[in-house]
């Protein structure tokens, strides 16, 4: 049968308790209980947990899952070797350079075949699996489906940012479209497939710590950034298909593989709030100042994975959408600066504020713990010259940060193999020139 993936339902809201059933088989999930001694349709029930069985009401999170067969219906796990997938940060050099990448190079449908999973490719991370504490961000780079294949991250959920190309991502929960300008969040342990229809780019970052929430809004008050209504969860859609199929696993940072004779999304009903989503980020409600100075880019957080530490994430994912700029007598663009956070940057279509060349969709820039950056020296001349009425600025463009409290280490790939660092990006400095009067 045909999917008419533009026009599937989903699930509205952003961390609700939800039911769903595939409309196949009514009724499928069981009444008044979560494990009755027979399931409706001779399902199977099984429990995701996406924290501590303990964890506060609040926090808890989890969903349950009436299969047609238990996800432990798999021969054992091996050994696949995983390249350009790390979570070993100590391959490598320290490098505290402001770093710039072209854009990522993406396989025509002519080169070999690779898939999203088999495509993925660490830039930079830091942290640990083993211990739940750290981030990554990797770049997939595709031209084909992961057919009878799915993917299972143990080690943290994934935050998808596709920059060129659809993604048709099948999971447990069902099945989502997500479109350049959209992101999803797939939570850990959710197995997960992607489909492609042309060759396609984007980017990832994975937590290990926490899972994703909102950012709380403080005295903006109840609405505004991103509002809850807008994130979509897949409705319930199962497939009765026996072949040979693969699951990869993530687990303490390398792949594993399990053979299993039959499709993983075999879920025919599901309730629970641990169910990926996506977001459009055209929705997104955008805050800034309507008096002086450029605010700091936390007003444009989407969504938060929190550290222990108050008001400091593990990775913030933070966009700069098209808005309107009306600050009086203010230098306009990002301010110099240098922050004790890691700040990785990818531009998903159009021109970049701060600096309008040299930073290009499917690129990326890393501005490190402690390292100095700020607008180049064209974008300081013209923003310390220009008239300053209302004006729009980001039309066209959308560019975004995965900002870190960790110090990202880089990759062998990211620094050498992809061939993709651009070695004159400090250069977009050099020609700043002393303004200074002097004294009086
Ligand atoms: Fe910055």
């Avoid at 699951?247 to 390398?254: I, N």
């Amino acid at each position: 049968m045909q999917v008419d993936w533009e026009h599937l339902k989903y699930l509205n809201g952003f961390g609700n308790h939800f039911s769903s059933e595939d409309p196949r088989c009514p009724n499928s999930l069981p009444k008044d209980q979560n494990t009755p001694q027979v399931c409706p349709y001779g399902l199977y029930a099984e429990q995701l947990s996406g924290t501590a069985f303990t964890a506060p009401r609040e926090a808890n999170q989890r969903i349950w899952f009436y299969r047609i067969l238990p996800a432990v219906l798999h021969e054992p796990f091996s050994s696949i070797k995983s390249e350009l997938l790390t979570n070993r940060w100590d391959l490598s050099e320290p490098n505290p350079n402001q770093t710039r990448w072209k854009p990522f190079l993406i396989p025509s449908v002519d080169d070999e075949k690779k898939n999203f999973l088999d495509s993925l490719a660490t830039v930079c991370g830091a942290g640990d699996p083993c211990s739940r504490h750290g981030a990554s961000i990797s770049i997939y780079a595709c031209n084909s489906s992961m057919d009878n294949r799915a993917f299972c991250n143990a080690d943290g959920d994934m935050l998808i940012v596709p920059q060129h190309g659809s993604l048709y991502i099948t999971t447990e929960c069902g099945r989502m479209l997500v479109k350049p300008q959209e992101i999803c969040v797939i939570q850990q342990g959710i197995r997960f497939s992607v489909a492609v229809d042309q060759p396609s780019r984007g980017y990832v970052l994975e937590v290990f710590d926490n899972h994703f929430c909102l950012p709380s809004l403080g005295p903006i008050g109840a609405n505004g950034l991103a509002n809850p209504r807008d994130f979509e969860t897949p409705a319930a859609w199962y497939e009765d298909r026996d072949c040979d199929f693969t699951v990869v696993h993530k687990y303490q940072g390398s792949l594993f593989q399990s053979l299993q004779n039959h499709s993983c999304f075999d879920v025919v009903a599901w309730h629970g709030n641990y169910a990926p989503y996506k977001y459009d980020l055209r929705k997104f409600v955008v805050i800034n100042s309507v008096s002086v100075d450029h605010l700091d880019p936390s007003i444009f957080t989407v969504l938060t994975c929190p550290s222990s530490k108050p008001g400091t994430a593990i990775a913030d994912f933070v966009i700069f959408p098209p808005r309107w700029s009306v600050q009086e007598h203010t230098f306009r663009p990002p301010y110099y600066h240098r922050n004790c956070m890691s700040e990785f940057m990818g531009l998903i279509t159009g021109k970049y504020e701060a600096k309008e060349e040299g930073f290009q969709a499917g690129g990326a820039t890393l501005h490190s713990c402690m390292t100095p950056h700020g607008p180049d020296a064209d974008c300081f001349e013209k923003a310390t010259k220009d008239e300053l009425k209302p004006m729009r600025i980001a039309e066209g463009s959308l560019a975004f940060m995965f900002e870190s409290s960790l110090s990202f280490a880089l990759t062998t790939w990211s620094m050498t193999t992809c061939q993709r660092v651009d070695h004159d990006y400090f250069k977009c400095w050099s020609s700043l020139v002393k303004h200074f009067t002097g004294p009086k």
